[in-house]
């Protein structure tokens, strides 16, 4: 559709989160996300930043929860059919979170969601996995966005991303993650070549023969969520770098009775993956609500 057209009719943007069984094709091969299950959604209440977990042979979805612009992170199985069991709130509070990336390290379960509103990198520990989280420290008093954690020669590595809440460009950091029953520490590590709009995390670090790639968020100064993108990992010893590997190919068009135009974070496990996908409605009283409310301001 026209930009003009899109910005003249069509709804801001929300999101929704698609789940299908892994695919025997690597995802840098396919033609496309073909979605098994697709969580209803409407602009007062939608989902977004699915991350999957296994314990225990059974496989758990978090996500973003948005109720009225504001969101908290919610929990469900997953089911055989890719479709979700009943939901559970496990973090909600005056903060709005968002993106809550999980990883287990030492056989505990960590949760990092999103709470830059706060201005703090929190890191979750899970009391019961998992539904019940605690918070054990804040490693960081940034407003930082979609941190991801991954292993790493025998280590643990944290990549977080700086932003002004300006625009979607973010300056992005990479840390060496010390995490003990004891205490919890970050050392820097060089990362001196990226672009501040294709950056930004978009989902776990996964390895594919031997290689690490990293699901990155294709945004625009002004809107996000334009696409996934993949990149290898070329990390060494003090840095970080990355290179160009892919696009990640996601339905455009109309699927599930949604308008789609764009994807915002991936992941898997070992039987399932999930995308989230930016939607919007037509609207044909757009513009005259606005003509109205002008007039009468």
Known sequence: MNPLLQKLFL??????????????KSVLEEAGFSPAFVLPAEAARWAADPMLAEEDGRTWLFYEAVENDHGHIEAAEVLPDCSLGEP??????????SYPFLFRWQGIWYMIPESSAARELRLY???????????REVLLRERAVDTTVYEWD?????????????TERVTPRAYSLRLSVAEAALEPLDWKEYDGL??????PV???????????????????GDAVELVRLRDTERSHAEE????LQTPMGKLAGFR?????????????????LRLRDFDLWKLPRRLIRRLKG
């Open 198 to 203: 294709r950056v930004r995390g978009a989902g």
């Open 260 to 276: 789609v135009d764009g994807a915002h974070t991936y992941c898997r496990s070992s039987r399932f993956e999930a995308v989230d």
């Open 244 to 247: 160009p590997a892919g696009l």
């Open 154 to 166: 025998g280590g643990l590595r944290l990549l977080s991303f700086l932003t002004d809440g300006k």
């Open 206 to 224: 996964f390895a594919e023969n031997g290689v690490l790639y990293r699901p990155v968020q294709r945004n625009q100064e002004q809107r996000y």
């Open 11 to 24: 709804t801001h943007s929300y999101f929704t989160v698609a789940l299908r069984p892994r695919a025997v």
């Open 88 to 97: 559970r709130v496990i973090l909600r509070d005056e903060c709005h979170y």
């Open 125 to 135: 520990q899970a009391e019961a996995f998992p539904y019940r989280w605690k918070l």
